[in-house]
């Protein structure tokens, strides 16, 4: 169980994908089936959306951009303010880390997009 604290937050993650099961079988009691998948798989959306700007925040992707010689700045110190590849490197080749929101989000995303597509059928 601690490992699946690190992985996700479970309580909430839990407590999320509960109501949308409620929210599916109220669906299914009422004439307006399509609202409420529509608002369910937009919210999927959403929560998809979400991780995967985390996923692309932990990439390091804007890492070792060029650094051009300022106005005024002699060569000596551009030579000593110059990014080292190597660090660069390092920092680029890493994997990449998905944090805890961006798992919990996909997760509760894909059960959402399933609960939708589920009501309407």
Avoid at 54 to 78: N, P, S, V
Avoid at 95 to 100: F, L, N
Avoid at 113 to 120: G, K
Wanted: charged letters at 15%.
């Amino acid at each position: 169980m601690n490992n699946l604290k690190t992985i996700y937050y479970v309580k909430v993650t839990t407590l999320l994908q509960l109501l949308g099961i409620v929210a599916a079988i109220g669906a299914c009691l009422v004439q307006q089936r399509t609202l409420v998948s529509n608002f369910l798989f937009l919210s999927g959306l959403v929560l998809i959306c979400i991780s995967v700007i985390d996923i692309l925040l932990g990439a390091h992707l804007m890492a070792g951009w060029f650094r051009h010689k300022k106005k005024g700045e002699t060569d000596a110190e551009y030579r000593k303010n110059k990014l080292d590849l190597k660090k660069v490197a390092e920092l680029k080749n890493k994997p990449v880390q998905i944090h805890r929101i961006g798992s919990s989000g996909l997760i509760l995303g894909l059960t959402y997009i399933i609960l939708a597509i589920i009501i309407t059928l």
